[in-house]
């Protein structure tokens, strides 16, 4: 259920060309508080690209992208926006040659986050990452790695989280965990967060609303029941596998 | 021994250079710079010596020119390689995803290098003191605006290359050490530019450092300081800077319209 008029995240007509090559097409959606909103699709979907938009490392095509209202193409908004929200991927690591308390400092620093060692201590306590604290970044693991990067994400409070496929290296019991924690904060801080993630149970545990993308397109939207339903599907994951397979749906 | 194996090995390397021109250049580009280097400072020496001129105090003019020219090298360096430094770890998209600005992100790293470039000084200073005795402070006051020349320089040819990295990705990652010495004839570090041939005194005149190397014996030798050089050195090294950040802000606008950004860190 979608709690409030207003979206903190509108995309309208959002496409993205690589020469010929049209990776996202004219793809429009809407991100609320306190709601997780999964983005769904294989490989090449698009899925990554729209989050690369949304956080103005790829610029559109075309299609107009407000967060809090503001256009993050503007740079004096940009900055605003950035401040409010953050990103987590496990594509993308911290700095290899720092401790894992300095990494999170700098972080901390970037997002001008105020007593920063509390907030530190609170995350690495939240993450579990109190053994590794001290530990050079390039010692960890990657369940650890990814850990930290989620840690990262919530140094500065982010109203909105952008989180590309955050479970994949987690080990069953911290990946549980972590679904769990960010339920709860969706729920406490009425955050916004938007996922992609291939693991399909999660996807249906975790969402709230699910964009399904294939070929750069929204081929189908709403909560996990009804996209499932859409397809005549049993579960997501058929879904997804048809889908990714090109079988007729 | 498998003859195959080592065969296996040696495709592994040379498929490198099959796929890589900076790879290819790379191979006479080192020897190329070295024979020209040493070359004119044995033109320079003979020069001297077979004109019967006054030998000029050697050590102080290599021993100056190195630490001077090393100020210039870890200045580009304080940029180019902090940069590569967030892409090698894949940090890179965590920074720019962070309210952090591209102006501002430059200034830490011209700060970074101004650390880097002092301390460098400050021990390579020492060194030649308590090594081989030589004082580099005898150049005085004027050593101040010879540094601040040299800095910018660095400068404009890290973000030269950073610009460079930003577009064409890793492979150009060869150019964080190399480019800085292709100045390095030019800049008539070891010798005067009288020593050059005529095209490349032309290119010399075009090369701030140049200025400041002259400027440096000049001192050394007990001569008086020509300040009309500290002028085109601050002169040529404004524009210089000036067209690096022109050129910075457009590599980086036209790698997030590719999407090319988010490669640096992933």
């Known amino acids: 259920m979608r709690l409030e008029s207003s979206p903190v995240l509108e995309v309208n007509k959002l496409s993205k060309s690589f020469n010929s090559f049209q990776a996202v097409k004219e793809v429009s959606f809407e991100l609320y508080r306190g709601e997780i909103l999964g983005l769904l699709g294989p490989n090449g979907a698009g899925k990554t690209t729209i989050i690369h938009m949304l956080l103005g490392l790829t610029l559109p095509t075309s299609g107009e992208i407000r967060i809090f209202g503001l256009n993050p193409e503007k740079s004096r908004q940009r900055e605003k926006i950035l401040g409010r929200m953050n990103f987590s991927s496990t594509y993308v690591a911290m700095p290899y040659s720092l401790k894992v308390r300095e ?97 399909m149970r999660e996807m249906e545990a975790i969402s709230d609303h699910l964009l399904f993308l294939h070929h750069g397109e929204i081929i189908a939207r709403g909560t996990p029941a009804e996209v499932v339903r859409h397809f005549r599907g049993e579960n997501l994951e058929e879904v997804f596998l048809k889908i990714a397979r090109e079988v007729e749906v | ?115 880097k470039v002092v301390v460098v000084f400050l021990v390579s200073s020492l060194l030649a003191w308590l090594l081989y005795s030589f004082n580099l402070f005898i150049i005085g006051l004027h050593l101040l605006p010879f540094m601040i020349n040299l800095i910018i320089m660095g400068w404009s040819i890290g973000l030269l290359t950073t610009a460079f990295i930003l577009r064409f990705g890793q492979q150009a990652e060869v150019l964080a050490w190399g480019i800085a010495v292709l100045f390095q004839p030019v800049s008539a ?77 992933e």
């Open chain 1, 103 to 199: 990494s999170l400092m700098v972080f901390a620093g970037l997002y001008g986050v105020k007593k920063p060692r509390q907030k530190i201590d609170a995350l690495i306590e939240q993450f579990d990452l109190k053994d590794s604290a001290n530990k050079a970044v390039r010692t960890l693991s990657s369940g650890q790695m990814t850990r930290l990067n989620l840690a990262k994400a919530f140094i500065n409070d982010p109203e909105i989280l952008l989180l590309d496929e955050p479970t994949a290296s987690l080990d069953p019991d911290i990946a549980d965990r972590t679904r769990n924690y960010l339920i709860e904060v969706k729920k406490t801080k009425n955050m916004a967060i938007l996922y992609t993630s291939h693991n």
């Open chain 2, 189 to 265: 570090v070891f010798y005067p530019v009288s020593v050059l041939p005529h095209f490349l005194q032309v290119i010399a005149s075009y090369v701030p450092a140049s200025y400041v190397f002259e400027g440096m014996r000049a001192v050394i030798m007990g001569q008086s300081f020509p300040s009309g050089y500290l002028l085109k050195s601050f002169g040529l090294n404004f524009v210089y800077l000036v067209l690096a950040l022109i050129l910075f802000f457009h590599m980086f606008r036209v790698v997030k319209v590719k999407g090319l950004l988010v490669h640096m860190g």
């Open chain 2, 1 to 115: 021994m498998s003859f195959r194996r080592i065969s296996a090995m040696f495709l592994r390397h040379t498929y490198l250079y099959r796929h890589s021109f900076t790879r290819l250049i790379e191979i006479v580009y080192w020897p190329l710079l070295d024979l020209l280097l040493w070359g004119f400072v044995s033109v320079y020496i003979t020069k001297l010596t077979s004109q019967g001129q006054t030998t000029p105090n050697f050590l102080a003019i290599f021993l100056g020119a190195l630490i001077l020219w090393d100020i210039l090298f870890r200045s580009q360096q304080g940029i180019s390689v902090s940069f590569l430094e967030e892409v090698w770890a894949r940090n890179f998209l965590n920074l720019f995803v962070s309210p952090l600005t591209i102006s501002e992100y430059l200034v830490s790293l011209m700060l970074v290098s101004l650390f």
